[in-house]
């Protein structure tokens, strides 16, 4: 099995297990200085306590929250994936109250492995339709 075949397992297993909602499981995934690169943040944020903080806020707001792999690939050091994240809106998210809606929403995430762990992650989420789902009015069926 190649390098690339190996991360490519590896970010596959850090889907699995982020699913089952172990996060302490998740974090012995990830380097020590775990760098997070969030599309539109001014600045990254390095560490497995952030990293935590943030899935912390995701599953409080969707405690169900599920990632689904819809493609994946590897280049050397690099994993690509887009995923469909699904959940319901159970808690605050960024100052909207639970709708108890379902979402869904796509991301686009890159990653770099480093000595078998995640080293450093770039993250693209379609928040837009995630935030339209949450704030428009109900459609009458």
Request: one cysteine or more; glycine letters at 8%.
């Amino acid at each position: 099995m190649t390098d690339a075949q190996h991360n490519v397992d590896l970010v596959r297993r850090a889907f699995s297990v982020f699913n089952t909602g172990d996060l302490d499981r998740c974090m012995s995934l990830l380097t020590e200085d775990f760098v997070i690169n969030l599309a539109g943040m001014p600045f990254q944020m390095r560490g497995r306590a952030p990293w935590r903080g943030n899935v912390e806020l995701m599953r409080a707001a969707f405690p169900d929250i599920h990632a689904h792999i819809d493609d994946i690939f590897g280049d050397g050091d690099r994993v690509a994936v887009r995923l469909t994240f699904r959940g319901t809106h159970r808690g605050d998210f960024q100052g909207i109250p639970a709708t108890g809606r379902e979402v869904a929403y796509m991301s686009l995430e890159h990653y770099r492995i480093q000595d078998g762990l995640l080293a450093e992650e770039w993250i693209s989420s379609d928040l837009t339709t995630l935030m339209r789902r949450l704030t428009e009015p109900e459609q009458a069926h």
